[in-house]
T-cell receptor
Framework: GAVVSQHPSWVICKSGTSVKIECRSL??????MFWYRQFPKQSLMLMAT?????????EQGVEKDKFLINHASLTLSTLTVTSAHPEDSSFYIC???????????FGSGTRLTVV | DAKTTQPNSMESNEEEPVHLPCNHS???????IHWYRQLPSQGPEYVIH???SNVNNRMASLAIAEDRKSSTLILHRATLRDAAVYYC?????????????FGKGTHLIIQP
């Protein structure tokens, strides 16, 4: 089945530094990938749509200069949290789908803690 | 956009069947209904999806009402590992690649 790998699974960083999270589709190509954020005891919120070879599309209220997305190949999307602050601490999850009539596969998530 | 309504939580005993309802009265066209679940500290996991008739897979069954305004996810014999938040997701827009809109889902508690 379709597999999405996300790395790292957790990261602790200092306030003001940047953190990169990788999302890979292992056995299918994904022209589109999605990034979600989940705060404790809340549901997932779509942050942005990552498009291979073009600019990402950000949901309303998500700062594109803070959450840099790069989708340089059909199997890799990266999310960089720039100048991280404690309020950026969250669970970040990526997903992709092999096609329109398939379900989405999600990565295992990245727990970001900014201290 | 289509919206869904699910109970906030449900409780069941281990080894018993569980029926998780979802209302999607604004659904239209021929869009699929998807169900996902999220175990603690993990990314969501695909459970099942269907269009008009009942669907079965190794994880669950999906019963879709004839008018397609509601559906029920059925876990035939719940185990402790089925304790999770279950999300009934509005249909994807046809021909598009859209992110999913997650509601609050149903928190399923399984008692041993």
């Amino acid at each position: 089945g379709a597999v999405v790998s996300q790395h790292p699974s957790w990261v602790i960083c200092k306030s003001g530094t940047s953190v990169k999270i990788e999302c890979r589709s292992l056995d299918f190509q994904a022209t589109t990938m999605f990034w979600y954020r989940q705060f404790p005891k809340q549901s997932l919120m779509l942050m942005a749509t990552s498009n291979e070879g073009s600019k990402a599309t950000y949901e309303q209220g998500v700062e594109k200069d803070k959450f840099l997305i790069n989708h340089a190949s059909l199997t890799l999307s990266t999310l960089t949290v720039t100048s991280a602050h404690p309020e950026d601490s969250s669970f970040y999850i990526c997903s992709a789908s092999p096609g329109q009539y398939y379900g989405y596969t999600f990565g295992s998530g990245t727990r970001l803690t900014v201290v | 956009d289509a919206k869904t309504t699910q109970p906030n939580s449900m409780e069941s005993n281990e080894e018993e069947p569980v029926h998780l309802p979802c209302n999607h009265s604004t659904i239209s066209g021929t869009d699929y209904i998807h169900w996902y679940r999220q175990l603690p500290s993990q990314g969501p996991e695909y459970v099942i999806h269907g269009l008009t008739s009942n669907v079965n897979n190794r994880m669950a069954s999906l019963a879709i009402a004839e008018d397609r305004k509601s559906s029920t996810l059925i876990l035939h014999r719940a185990t402790l590992r089925d304790a999770a938040v279950y999300y009934c997701i509005p249909p994807r827009r046809r021909g598009g690649a859209d992110g999913l809109t997650f509601g609050k889902g149903t928190h399923l508690i399984i008692q041993p």
